[in-house]
């Protein structure tokens, strides 16, 4: 063999080489992009059945589930076609169920001012609310929504937000009304009375407003019945 076949044939070799090497790249990084999307749709389908989950029946509305779930309908079928193994047909179709199931909303305790039991819950509530709004403002955007539909789920949301804003309001007024400073108290009762009536189209207040506000009307007596005794 002549050097100059011996050197074409070290060149094949080398070209050969350098070949297998970037086709193994390729499948290795083509392998990575499909397992770090496997794990992004996992993340965000456990995300979306957190929010479910965990927002209490009063402000989740009929919309609001729709959208959820046609969110998981999309994140579940590119899961089961990127990655089967991971999400069987059976598996898809129990968390489209899951959303698809109608929530029972809870009665207002008798004689409760706050939808929420405490101030933890209440914020944590909040967070969520938050939390969906982004969620759904993302959806809008990438036209996975109608724009109606999205518009009126931000709308329940945005009423929910100032409805948990209520409770927390309502709270204080109850601390400041325990503290002795009933007058205080009576001042911000009647703030919240009005940002719950305010809200009442697209949130069931009217239990919690006929409760605060005979709960104000005892206490705006009690106070003119102190301050007669003091004249």
């Not at 990575?32 to 993340?43: D, G, H, I, V």
């Not at 509305?61 to 990127?82: C, F, G």
């Not at 029972?104 to 939808?115: I, M, N, S, W």
């Not at 703030?191 to 409760?211: E, F, H, V, W, Y």
Request: with cysteine; proline share 4%.
């Amino acid at each position: 063999m002549s050097p100059t076949e011996t050197g074409l044939l070290i060149l094949a070799a080398i070209l050969l080489c350098t070949l297998a090497v970037s086709l193994t790249q390729r499948l290795v990084s083509r392998r990575q992009l499909r397992l770090a999307r496997s794990t992004e749709l996992q993340e965000d389908i456990r995300h979306l059945n957190y929010l479910a989950d965990n927002l209490p029946a009063p402000f989740q509305s009929t919309d609001i589930r729709h959208a959820l779930a046609a969110n998981l309908t999309l994140k579940l079928t590119e899961l089961q076609q990127l990655a089967p193994e991971v999400c069987s047909e059976e598996e898809r179709q129990m968390w489209q169920q899951h959303l698809e199931e109608p929530l029972d909303e809870a009665a207002l305790p008798p004689g409760a001012l706050t939808r929420l039991p405490d101030q933890h819950s209440a914020r944590r509530v909040r967070a969520l609310l938050r939390d969906l709004a982004q969620l759904l403002r993302l959806q809008q955007e990438r036209r996975e929504l109608p724009g109606e539909m999205a518009e009126q789920c931000l709308r329940h949301i945005k009423s929910g937000y100032h409805r948990v804003s209520c409770d927390l309001g309502i709270m204080d007024a109850q601390a400041l009304e325990a503290d002795g400073r009933a007058q205080l108290a009576a001042h911000q009762y009647r703030s919240c009375l009005g940002k719950l009536r305010a809200i009442r189209a697209m949130q069931d207040t009217a239990p919690q407003i006929q409760n605060l506000q005979r709960h104000l009307e005892q206490l705006e007596r009690e106070l003119n019945a102190s301050q007669a005794q003091g004249d």
